[in-house]
Structures are given as C-alpha cells and as structure tokens.
C-alpha cells in the first residue's frame, strides 16, 4: 500500500506531492483499480432490486481513489513530466482502458442501470437526479453495453491501442520541442527582438552553458522572435521547425499514428452504430451533428472570408511597401501584423508589457472575482507543490467558508507541455452530508522574471490568463451532488464559456484600472493605451477567424467521414484548408503531426466548440454590458446559473435561465466587426 492508496492526512487533503515517490504509482494504480473494481462488484452483488440509490448514486461515487490518483498522475505528465512517468504512462493507460471498459461492458451491473433507466417515469427525480441517470445510461449505450460478446472485445481492443497512441502522439510533440534549439552568437542576429526577450535568450544560453543566445520552440520564446525579429532567414527557419513537429519520418514521427487514431475512432463509431466518430461525439454536444457543425462552421467563414481576403490584402502591400516583400509566407505573418498594428494603433505590445507584470494580473483576476462572486484569495504556503514555481491558494467565500483550492503554474520547463490548460487535483461533490470542495489548478507557459526584470505579459498573455482562471472559477464554484456532473463535467461545446466571457474584463478601462500598473512606476495604465487596446481588439479579426475555422474544419475532416482512404497526412489536410489557407503551403511542414487538441487531447470533433462558445460569450457579455460589468444581479444570475451547475441539465436551458433568452450569433459578429 502507498502513500497514493490512502486518505492524504494533509492540510485541506491536498495531494501529498513531495512524498510521492514516481516508482509508486504503478502499484498505486494497481491497488486502487482493484477497490474500484471491488466497490462495482459490491453494486451488482446487491440482492435489493436497483434503486437510484444503490445503484446509479453508488456507481458515481465508485473508484473515488482511482479517480484522484488518474488526475494527480496524468496532470503531472503533462506539467512535470520525464521519462519515467512517461514510460508508466504507457502501462498504466491500458489497464484504465480495460477498466473502463470492464464497467461499461458489465452486463450485470447495465442491467441495474436499465431498470433504473426504464423506471425513470415513476420515480421522483431532481432534475440532476435525471440528468445523471440519463449520462449513467448513455454511457453504457453509447460505450457498448448491448453489443454481443465479440464486438465487446473488438471495442476493448480499439480502447486500447488508442490509449496508447494518443500517449505516444503527445510524447512525441515534446520530445520535438525540447529538441529543437536555434542557437545564436552573433547580436545583429537579434534585431528587432525586444530586450526583455534577448535577456531571456541570454540567459537560457547561460543555463545551458552555451554563449550568446537560445531561441527554442516554447511560446515565450518562439512568439516573440516570430513577432519581432528581423532576420526573415532566421524566422523561416523557426517557423519550419515548429510546423514540422511529427513530420519528420523519424522516430518521433507522428503521420501514421495521426491516420490511425482517425481510423480506429471511425471503427469504435461505426462498431457502436453511428456513422462516423464526428455523430458519435455530437450526440453529446450542443451542437447535436455533424452536419449542423459544418453549417455552423461555413457561416462564418461566408462572413469571415471578405474581411479576411481585405485584411490580408493590406497585409501583403504593407509588406511590400516597407521591404519589397513579393509574397507573404507564414513565418512573415507575426511580424508584419505587429508592424501595420503600431502603424494604424500606435500600439506595440511592447508598451504594454510595463504595466502587466505577472503577480498584477493574477491579482486582478482575483479582484474581477471578488467583484462578480465574493471570492478572497489568499496565498499559503502549507501544502505540497510539485514544482518550486507553482503558487498556491486558499479561496474563500464573503463568510470565510473555504470554496477552494487554487494551484497556479505559469513557467515553461523541459517537463511541461507548451500552451495553457486547467485542470483539478479533487473534484467538488456532496458525500454522507459534507460538501467536499475542490482542488484547481491553471498551468500556463509564460515569459520567466529576468535578472533585470520580473515576468512582464504580453496582452496575449494576460488574455490567455483571465481564459484559464475562467475555467478555474467553473472549476470552484461547482456546487453539485455528483462528482460527475460537477465542475467543468459539462458538453465540450459549453465548456468554452466560463473561460471566454472572462477574457472580456481585459478590454474594460473599469477592470483594466484595478491592476494594469506600470511595475515601476505604479501609474495606472494612461486612458489612450486602453483605448488602443479597444481599437486593435478587432485588429485582423477576419484572418483570426478564418484560423480557428481552418483547425475546425481540419477536425471534421478528419473525424466526420469515413478516413479508410486518407493515405497522405499531408495532402489531406492541404485540401481541408482549401476554402481558408491566405499563405501559400509550407511542404515540409503539417499541422495534424502536432494538432494535440484533437489527436491526444478531448477536443476530437470538438474544436469547433471554441467558435460556439465564442457566441455565447459574446451574447453574454452583452448582458453583463447592458447592466454593468461588476452588476452583481447579472454575475450572481451567472454564478448560479452557469458557474455552480455544472453539467446537471442541458446548456441551453441552463444558458435561457441566465440570460432569459438563446444566444444571438450578431453579438459575435458584432464584437468582431463583422456584421457590415
């Protein structure tokens, strides 16, 4: 038994992270599969015909253990990993599957749940009571539990080796950013770059013993040298290093794992009885189909498209004008924008970073929380990390009843994904009476302090901030019965909202003033830079947004047709982009080699979600406009509504009781200056 196997005797049971021993996991997992499996047993073992009770409430707080032990374990993988967890990744995901599989492929314990399900009319239900007996229920139908005995083993077997491969994609992804590194010795080779970003370069040379300076391929580094950097040769050349990640047949390539998760997951949808995997994973969504998904999708780039073509059309002569530049390529994108944005805003990124220095933004994120929901943040330092850069804190509520636990990592490392995610240690619930709180985390990759200076954000950044700890609040106020459907457990199509509608505080001048502060001066961000701010926030909207429609429609063409005939990676995906590419093809480069979000992530004919909740962010923040950005009536209808509910009924009427009526898509166009 480890330390992993037990009740963690700690302060608000946070995980016990520095007595963890890595080689105790892979007994841990054993153990606690084998208490889940236990608990099962115990529900089909029951001689009382099924009730509710025994049986759909039993099974969702069945393999607690495992479940805390599957989010510590693969939270580190992704934040703190080396080759050891890794390798124990690829052991312990099999026997996840299997286990998984074990539950949704027992047939005594589906019966239980179907004559529970079948007597759904006479009992007397909540309306989360309904709503989890109707996901119970799916999740046998939909994972197989009335095929016959051998397409059972079929889909066990496809579980499987997917586990596996969508490991094996995402090691791969790492292994290529840690790998690649542009090393620099002579300065003129930096033009352009801001000083903040050569002290970095300098000083991860230095790390490394090396002289002058290293660019790599983590955003902190990457995004600035594509942004500012003068050297077009040298831009080229990172920019095809990042785009060729998994594309390189070696052996980190990523070409024939990517066409066989799309052909497995075609497979397990077509051995369930749907279509294609894009209906299977619809039928849970807002959404609803495929169909309606590229419907969607096709609007918007109808209206996208003209404004797109003009942006970068204007693009192209700016680029002309200032260097002779005969045609655009991908790596001249970043630096071109940034100059024509200074050119028409007078306004450079640069300018702002002085008055978003890290600890100001997280703290005016905790103050934007405090205004809409009552929430105090307090920093402790009396409960484990797992790596010295992560903060941690105590949230409370305007009665001092602990809401939450808060973890926040903002650096890039070797042993961190690139990009930015939340997560939580412990989910919320209500157990025997006690209102069990959560553990959340935000895990972020962004410039480190300096010797010279602290970590100074990009606008970006702060954005990619607020986004993040949107989720988090999701994460925190959850304030449901079952674990299952609490939190950020709702359709991925909704689950964009929480996160997209904070990032609107970062536009108000009333939000912007309570903590963009020069990190020198002190002085509160002049009125014409939130201004600019305003204006450039629609700057190349239309390219944007033909980008984020490009990576949906990637999604769906991969995930919404049968993929039996997809030979080529590359010449697949060059067709998707048909309708949405402006820059001419990079050939030795491929987006889906690295596409993380849909190949190892759960965004697999999803990605379209992030447009989707972008008209519910847009709609809603209308409303928060209309009354005030701090209304309290308006963030309390939210909180209630949305925050604290989690996936306990369907999103759209959760969304009608906030709101009071459906989403209009012109809010969105509208924001993004689309709607002519």
Request: net charge negative.
């Amino acid at each position: 038994m480890t330390i992993l196997n037990n009740s963690f005797n700690t302060p608000y049971k946070t995980a016990p992270f520095s007595k963890i021993k890595t080689e105790d996991y892979l007994s841990a997992f054993n153990i606690a599969i084998e208490k889940a499996k236990a608990e099962i047993d115990a529900i089909t073992a029951n001689t009382e015909a099924p009730t509710f009770k025994n049986t759909i409430e039993a099974l969702d707080y069945s393999g607690e253990e495992l479940d805390r032990l599957s989010s510590i374990f693969f939270n580190l993988n992704s934040a703190e990993t080396n080759d050891e967890i890794q390798k124990i990744a690829q052991e312990v995901s099999p026997l996840l599957s299997d286990f998984s599989n074990d539950i949704t492929l027992n047939e005594a314990l589906f019966k239980r749940v179907k004559a529970v399900y079948d007597a759904k009319s006479s009992l007397d239900l909540t309306t989360e009571q309904d709503t989890l007996l109707d996901k119970k229920y799916k999740g046998f139908s939909r994972n197989g539990a009335n095929l016959p005995e051998d397409k059972k083993e079929k889909l066990r077997a496809i579980d499987k080796e997917l586990s596996q491969l969508k490991l094996k994609f995402g090691e791969h992804i790492l292994a290529e950013t840690n790998k690649f590194e542009m090393h620099l010795t002579d300065e003129s080779e930096l033009s352009g770059l801001p000083e903040g970003a050569k002290e970095a370069a300098k000083q991860l040379a230095e790390s490394k013993d090396k002289d002058g300076w290293l660019i790599t391929l983590d955003y902190p580094s990457y995004i600035p040298f594509m942004t500012y950097a003068d050297n077009r040769a040298l831009r080229e050349k990172l920019s095809k290093a990042f785009g060729r990640k998994g594309f390189q047949n070696d052996e980190l390539d990523n070409q024939n794992i990517v066409l066989k998760i799309a052909q497995l997951r075609f497979e397990r949808a077509q051995l369930l009885g749907y279509k294609t995997h894009a209906h299977f994973v619809l039928e849970e969504r807002m959404a609803e189909t495929p169909e309606k998904v590229t419907s969607f999708l096709n609007e918007l780039l109808e209206k996208a498209k003209p404004a797109a073509n003009a942006e970068f059309e204007e693009l192209e002569a700016f680029a002309k004008e200032l260097d002779n530049i005969d045609q655009l390529q991908k790596w001249d994108s970043g630096y071109y924008a940034e100059k024509l944005k200074q050119k028409l805003f007078d306004l450079d990124d640069e300018q702002l970073k002085p008055y978003f220095k890290l600890e100001n933004v997280i703290n005016g994120a905790f103050t934007v929380a405090n205004k809409l929901f009552g929430l105090q943040f307090e920093e402790i330092n009396t409960i484990d990390k797992y790596h010295e850069d992560v903060l941690t804190y105590k949230v409370t509520d305007s009665e001092g009843e602990l809401v939450s636990i808060f973890y926040a990592d903002f650096f890039p490392r070797a042993g961190k994904r690139n990009g930015a995610w939340m997560t939580s240690f412990k989910p919320q619930m209500i157990k025997d009476g006690k209102n069990e709180r959560p553990h959340v985390s935000i895990v972020c990759n962004f410039t480190k302090p300096t010797k010279s200076k602290p970590s100074l954000l990009t606008f970006n950044e702060v954005t990619t901030l607020f986004h993040e700890f949107g989720h988090a609040l999701h994460g925190m106020l959850a304030n449901t019965t079952y674990p299952s459907i609490s939190g950020t457990s709702v359709y991925w199509d909704f689950v964009e909202l929480p996160s997209q509608v904070l990032e609107n505080w970062c536009y108000e001048k009333e939000a912007l003033e309570l903590f963009a502060t020069h990190y020198k001066t002190g002085e509160v961000i002049p009125m014409e830079l939130v201004e600019k701010i305003k204006a450039s926030a629609t700057f190349h909207e239309g390219m944007q947004t033909l980008r984020q429609l490009s990576f949906g429609l990637l999604d769906m063409s991969w995930h919404g047709i049968d993929p039996s005939n997809i030979s080529n990676v590359k010449s697949h995906e060059v067709e998707a982009f048909g309708d949405t590419s402006l820059y001419p093809d990079v050939a030795e480069n491929c987006m889906s080699t690295s596409f993380s979000h849909i190949f190892q992530g759960g965004y697999s004919s999803g990605y379209y979600s992030y447009k989707w909740a972008e008209v519910l962010d847009a709609d809603a923040f209308e409303y928060f406009k209309e009354e005030g950005i701090f209304n309290k009536t308006v963030a309390d209808k939210f909180k209630t509504f949305v925050l604290s509910q989690g996936g306990t009924d369907n999103p759209m009427t959760l969304y009608k009781k906030f709101r009071g009526q459906e989403p209009k898509p012109e809010a969105l166009l509208r924001r993004a200056g689309l709607l002519k």
